[in-house]
């Protein structure tokens, strides 16, 4: 084991140390990214941190991060390669645990090692409405910020004794985030608090005595707070919303208003982005705003959903992104935000997201509902946002009165979730790839206004016809009848389980009921394109009724049988039991 285990650790050194080999061909590259390790608001003190990792670790340097801050950083690497060190460096206990990935815009001026590695100087922070801006100069790459004189033991002591109990805790959780204490909050400095302070003193080239300083004390505090220090958290008051909180203003900036949101667009290749959720109206209005904010691309589909009477929270993870939306009702003023932030970069969102939460704070005034009226308009997009779309939509049926929905194969394959009418979930029974037909089953029993009748007897050549389907894939929100008449009982290779119909169906129409003028179901319309295979236009192919019983068999289901005594239904009857018996399915990735 102890081999197996040396193997494994000198094949993890060699893939780091051939990252340091590679990191020079990078260097220049507009896609470099660094693992900040240490921040220090003493040049001197980030020089030492700096030689005590060039130490132990390759590709180690040091920059100026602005406001009189120094950073440790290591790279640069490529995106993935900096995320296989944070990994392993962190398990390894060779950095902070708190490291995160850092972007070469937010270096400057080098001061570690003699020799610069290049880095694009960042950009000034673009801040919001009412933004306080530090505009304190930069300070030259020589200067040597003092530190504070030190304090003798007993000093420290003293000094200590005059924090309150949510200071000593803050110390604690400053403490455990760097993983030198692994024990509980509670302010009360024992052995076990002491012991993780000489260690990080000790980490940090100080005497380890196990009394923090008032210096030192700073120093731990600034380094639990690097994450927030690196993207400019600034207080800001947004009027217009009536919204008070802390937002990462060298991230996102001010963009523009369209009712219910204040948009705070991207500033860097980050990609964060930030919505101030701000509107007049009742529980109704916010319960209603709980499913639209569902509906947008900004909120994948994959997370934790919570709603009350008067507050909601929402968390998304997927397609790259994660967002979080909380939003309350109070006096009539609904208000919150959403927070989007890129996959990868947890230490920071999570650091940024609290403080957003613990500062948020309700102004006087709502957004007016007019705002961003004279906007351009798209069906797709909500206030300039974009809805969420399914990746390809088909009709299905229903067969019984439990929900259980017949439909094309083509639509449940390759889907991370299926839907019914957009709004509810579906299990995947069985897919017959083969013949082209699934079945589904509703996560949470379904009514259906209307069930399927499986024709008994082989309908006849030339006789009337019709599909029910949503032809548009549920643009005009309801289905629609598509009439023509049947051609064969078989399909062109022979095929007696497939009908030929001469039709002209949409795409959208694939997966819905094929009817005669009884009401029977006949079949299960077939998508117009199989495999490499286009049909002619008007030339269209159905499962027919056998098709639909075998496959229901395999998913242990049945349908209900058509009366063979049955009369033509009026139009009206036939378009009002097909209507009910259609629904919407939708393939979501």
Same mark, same amino acid.
Not at 347 to 357: I, S
């Given at each position: 084991?102890?081999?197996?285990?040396?193997?494994?650790?000198?094949?993890?050194?060699?893939?780091?140390?051939?990252?340091?080999?590679?990191?020079?061909?990078?260097?220049?590259?507009?896609?470099?990214?660094?693992?900040?390790?240490?921040?220090?608001?003493?040049?001197?003190?980030?020089?030492?941190?700096?030689?005590?990792?060039?130490?132990?670790?390759?590709?180690?340097?040091?920059?100026?991060?602005?406001?009189?801050?120094?950073?440790?950083?290591?790279?640069?690497?490529?995106?993935?390669?900096?995320?296989?060190?944070?990994?392993?460096?962190?398990?390894?206990?060779?950095?902070?645990?708190?490291?995160?990935?850092?972007?070469?815009?937010?270096?400057?001026?080098?001061?570690?090692?003699?020799?610069?590695?290049?880095?694009?100087?960042?950009?000034?922070?673009?801040?919001?409405?009412?933004?306080?801006?530090?505009?304190?100069?930069?300070?030259?790459?020589?200067?040597?910020?003092?530190?504070?004189?030190?304090?003798?033991?007993?000093?420290?002591?003293?000094?200590?004794?005059?924090?309150?109990?949510?200071?000593?805790?803050?110390?604690?959780?400053?403490?455990?985030?760097?993983?030198?204490?692994?024990?509980?909050?509670?302010?009360?400095?024992?052995?076990?608090?002491?012991?993780?302070?000489?260690?990080?003193?000790?980490?940090?080239?100080?005497?380890?005595?196990?009394?923090?300083?008032?210096?030192?004390?700073?120093?731990?505090?600034?380094?639990?707070?690097?994450?927030?220090?690196?993207?400019?958290?600034?207080?800001?008051?947004?009027?217009?919303?009536?919204?008070?909180?802390?937002?990462?203003?060298?991230?996102?900036?001010?963009?523009?208003?369209?009712?219910?949101?204040?948009?705070?667009?991207?500033?860097?290749?980050?990609?964060?982005?930030?919505?101030?959720?701000?509107?007049?109206?009742?529980?109704?209005?916010?319960?209603?705003?709980?499913?639209?904010?569902?509906?947008?691309?900004?909120?994948?589909?994959?997370?934790?959903?919570?709603?009350?009477?008067?507050?909601?929270?929402?968390?998304?993870?997927?397609?790259?992104?994660?967002?979080?939306?909380?939003?309350?009702?109070?006096?009539?003023?609904?208000?919150?935000?959403?927070?989007?932030?890129?996959?990868?970069?947890?230490?920071?969102?999570?650091?940024?997201?609290?403080?957003?939460?613990?500062?948020?704070?309700?102004?006087?005034?709502?957004?007016?509902?007019?705002?961003?009226?004279?906007?351009?308009?798209?069906?797709?997009?909500?206030?300039?946002?974009?809805?969420?779309?399914?990746?390809?939509?088909?009709?299905?049926?229903?067969?019984?009165?439990?929900?259980?929905?017949?439909?094309?194969?083509?639509?449940? !394959?390759?889907?991370? +979730?299926?839907?019914? *009418?957009?709004?509810? @979930?579906?299990?995947? $029974?069985? &897919? /017959?790839?083969?013949?082209?037909?699934?079945?589904?089953?509703?996560?949470?029993?379904?009514?259906?206004?209307?069930?399927?009748?499986?024709?008994?007897?082989?309908?006849?050549?030339?006789?009337?016809?019709?599909?029910?389907?949503?032809?548009?894939?549920?643009?005009?929100?309801?289905?629609?009848?598509?009439?023509?008449?049947?051609?064969?009982?078989?399909?062109?290779?022979?095929?007696?389980?497939?009908?030929?119909?001469?039709?002209?169906?949409?795409?959208?129409?694939?997966?819905?009921?094929?009817?005669?003028?009884?009401?029977?179901?006949?079949?299960?319309?077939?998508?117009?394109?199989?495999?490499?295979?286009?049909?002619?236009?008007?030339?269209?192919?159905?499962?027919?009724?056998?098709?639909?019983?075998?496959?229901? !068999?395999?998913?242990? +289901?049945?349908?209900? *049988?058509?009366?063979? @005594?049955?009369?033509? $239904?009026? &139009? /009206?009857?036939?378009?009002?039991?097909?209507?009910?018996?259609?629904?919407?399915?939708?393939?979501?990735?």
């Amino acid at each position: 084991m102890k081999r197996l285990f040396a193997v494994w650790a000198v094949s993890i050194c060699a893939t780091l140390f051939a990252l340091a080999g590679s990191a020079q061909a990078q260097q220049n590259t507009q896609n470099s990214v660094w693992v900040q390790v240490a921040a220090h608001p003493s040049l001197s003190r980030a020089q030492e941190r700096a030689r005590d990792f060039a130490s132990r670790l390759p590709d180690v340097s040091g920059f100026s991060l602005g406001g009189g801050w120094y950073g440790v950083v290591l790279g640069p690497y490529t995106r993935s390669d900096a995320e296989r060190v944070l990994q392993v460096y962190r398990s390894e206990g060779q950095i902070p645990r708190d490291s995160f990935i850092a972007f070469s815009r937010n270096l400057r001026a080098q001061f570690f090692p003699a020799e610069p590695a290049t880095a694009t100087p960042a950009p000034a922070p673009v801040p919001g409405p009412s933004a306080a801006v530090d505009t304190a100069p930069e300070a030259p790459q020589t200067t040597v910020i003092p530190a504070q004189p030190d304090e003798t033991p007993a000093e420290a002591r003293r000094s200590e004794r005059a924090l309150n109990r949510a200071e000593r805790e803050a110390l604690q959780i400053a403490l455990q985030s760097q993983g030198f204490y692994n024990s509980s909050i509670d302010g009360a400095f024992g052995r076990g608090t002491r012991r993780s302070m000489a260690d990080w003193q000790a980490a940090n080239l100080y005497e380890p005595t196990g009394v923090l300083t008032t210096a030192q004390r700073k120093v731990l505090i600034d380094q639990y707070n690097a994450p927030l220090i690196s993207v400019g958290m600034t207080q800001i008051e947004d009027t217009a919303a009536g919204i008070a909180l802390q937002i990462p203003a060298n991230e996102v900036g001010f963009d523009r208003y369209e009712s219910p949101f204040a948009q705070y667009k991207s500033l860097t290749d980050l990609g964060a982005r930030l919505f101030l959720i701000s509107q007049p109206g009742d529980k109704r209005t916010l319960h209603g705003l709980y499913d639209i904010i569902q509906t947008l691309e900004i909120v994948p589909l994959d997370g934790a959903r919570k709603r009350g009477n008067t507050s909601f929270t929402i968390e998304g993870q997927g397609n790259g992104i994660v967002s979080y939306t909380q939003a309350s009702l109070k006096n009539g003023e609904i208000k919150g935000f959403t927070l989007v932030w890129p996959e990868g970069d947890d230490a920071r969102r999570t650091r940024v997201l609290t403080t957003m939460k613990s500062s948020f704070a309700r102004l006087d005034g709502v957004l007016d509902p007019a705002a961003g009226a004279d906007a351009p308009q798209n069906v797709d997009l909500l206030a300039g946002l974009q809805i969420r779309k399914p990746r390809l939509s088909r009709s299905g049926f229903f067969v019984d009165g439990q929900g259980t929905v017949v439909t094309t194969s083509d639509v449940v !394959a390759s889907c991370s +979730r299926v839907t019914l *009418d957009h709004d509810f @979930d579906a299990t995947v $029974l069985v &897919n /017959d790839t083969d013949n082209g037909l699934a079945v589904l089953a509703p996560k949470d029993a379904l009514a259906p206004m209307a069930i399927a009748e499986l024709a008994t007897l082989s309908p006849r050549l030339q006789s009337d016809v019709a599909v029910s389907g949503f032809s548009y894939q549920g643009i005009l929100g309801a289905p629609s009848l598509t009439w023509g008449a049947l051609s064969d009982l078989k399909s062109l290779d022979g095929n007696t389980g497939v009908a030929r119909l001469d039709l002209a169906a949409q795409a959208g129409d694939a997966g819905g009921p094929v009817l005669d003028s009884t009401g029977a179901v006949l079949g299960m319309l077939l998508p117009r394109k199989i495999g490499s295979q286009q049909l002619p236009a008007g030339v269209s192919f159905a499962a027919n009724a056998d098709a639909l019983r075998t496959a229901l !068999a395999t998913a242990q +289901r049945s349908a209900q *049988d058509k009366s063979t @005594d049955s009369s033509p $239904l009026p &139009n /009206d009857a036939l378009v009002r039991s097909a209507n009910g018996m259609t629904v919407l399915v939708s393939c979501w990735e």
